[in-house]
Every structure is written in C-alpha cells, then in structure tokens.
DNA sequence: GGAGAATAGTTCGCCAGCGAATGTTTCGTC
DNA sequence: GACGAAACATTCGCTGGCGAACTATTCTCC
C-alpha cells in the first residue's frame, strides 16, 4: 500500500511546512540531532538516509546555506568532512520535532493502542527482514 | 516507518529492472491495464497517481515514446485525451506484473497469512482515515 | 447569443536526486 | 620509501516531478 505511504509523506510534509522546512531538511538534521556529537560525516548520513553521496552533498549544501548545519573539515584524515549541528538547526529541529510528533499521533489515532503495537510490530519485522534480504 | 517503504521500492524497482521497465511507468500502465477500456483520460490517471497535471504529461509523453500508450483526442469534448494501452504495453505490464508479483510475495512471505492479514486490515484503516482527513 | 468563468491539457523554469567521472588524501604492499 | 589501490567528498550532466502561466475548448447565465 504505497499510496498510504505517499499520504503519509504529503501529510507529514505539510505538517513540516508550518515551520518552513522541507522534509528532506528534516530527516538530515533529526540523523545529526539522534547523535551524542551532533555531529556526522556525509557518507554516514547518506547512507542512513539511503541517499546517494551527491545527493548528500547537495543537501548539505542547502543546509548550510541555511546555517542550520556547519562542515568541518577534519585534521586526522583530510579527506573526510564532518557536518555539524549549529544551534540554529538544533531548535529549528526540535520545533518542528513537536509539530510532526503532533501530526504522526493524529493519524494513527484512529487505531487503538493495541492495534498500533501490533501494527508496530509487523512493520518492524518486515523492515528488517527486507533489509537483511538485500544486505 | 519509510524506511521500510523505501526498501520495498527499491526491491520492487529491483525486480522491474528484469524487464527494462522504471516504476513509474508500471504504475502508470497498472492503472490502465485495471481499466475495462484499458484507457483514461490523463487527469484520472494524474489524480489516481497523486501526481501533478503536469508530471502526468511527461509521463504520458515518455510512455508514448516508446510506444506503450497512445493519445487519442476525443471527439465529443475536444479539450479531452484519451490515453490508450497499446498492445505492445499490455504485453509488458502482464510480463511486470508476474515479476513484481513474485517479489512481493518473497517479502510478506515471513509473516504468516493471519499476519498478512491483519497487517493489510491496519494498513486500510489508517487509509482510509488519512485520506478522509485530507479531503 | 455573447462575455466571462470553468475545465483539460500542455509548456516553461525550477529543484532534488542519481550515476559517472574527478580531485585529494590515505592505506597497503613490494 | 614509492607507487598503485582504496576511500571521501565533490562536480557535471541528466531525469522525473512540481507550480505557475498559457492555450484551447466548453459551460453558464444575463
């Protein structure tokens, strides 16, 4: 049911809107946000995000322009890059944090508790048996 | 969970692949192929996609390239066009459909039918909810 | 019956992401 | 220690899709 999964998304992203941010934005600042360091390379990211390496760079590029996110270059290993959580970026994360956790609730309101577990569940056994399927 | 959306497109794409064929063109010869007449007018098949008038046209128009689909103007409403399956992409959707069919099935095949079943009932209702909610 | 609103499809400019090729830096091995 | 292989990020050209403006046709209603 990949149509649930497009409303999801297009309720999600408009939930998102009220505080000007795209999507994409988001789900990169909330990887950097879910780390103690607040920080990551672009390769750990794309490969969280399931993006391609210049597609990450692309985002990071928007993002910091935005200043919502710096990039360091790292002393030890001068090929690699670190992106860094600005505080900017870490309270525009966290409002919109609240906002989407609002809209996911609204939606799965209409199950019961029991039912959002089992749902949970289900979904979660699928993810990693897909994910283990193809490495 | 998009995470497990994604991999399941990515694994559908996957198997598309097999026979030269993008998703977005399966999708799009699907919902023709559902039909009686095997053709729609390009704002059905634009609103049954969630896709914007204009990316239905481009699709429409690389479909009509390589010959899957046809653009008949019609007669009554001249404003109107028909979009037609060709023989040609009636033969490629059922050999995709077989594809796509097998790829499916490997990846609901860890839960157990009582499973699947319960997990589509789930997947339904919050469907329908969310569309409700979204007009 | 003619003017303006509504409808259907397309064109245009833009954006995010991809794959392939590129430039640097580091690692492995002889 | 030097040279080729590997690792990282970036740039380049391309593609699918979007929103807004546009064209052509039909509907509405005074």
Chains 1, 2 share one sequence.
Do not use: C, N, Y
């Amino acid at each position: 049911m990949q149509l649930l999964v497009k409303h999801v998304r297009l309720a999600k992203e408009a939930a998102l809107a009220e505080v000007g941010m795209q999507d994409f934005e988001f789900e990169t600042l909330h990887r950097l946000a879910s780390r103690d360091s607040r920080q990551a390379t672009p390769s750990e990211l794309a490969g969280e995000l399931m993006l391609s390496p210049a597609g990450m760079t692309g985002r990071i590029d928007t993002l910091e322009k935005a200043r919502l996110v710096r990039r360091i270059r790292s002393e030890e290993d001068r090929r690699r890059v670190d992106v860094a959580l600005t505080d900017k970026g870490h309270e525009l994360w966290s409002a919109a944090m609240q906002v989407r956790a609002r809209a996911e609730k609204a939606m799965v309101a209409v199950l019961d508790p029991d039912e959002q577990e089992v749902l949970d569940g289900l979904l979660k056994r699928l993810l990693t048996s897909v994910e283990s399927a193809r490495g």
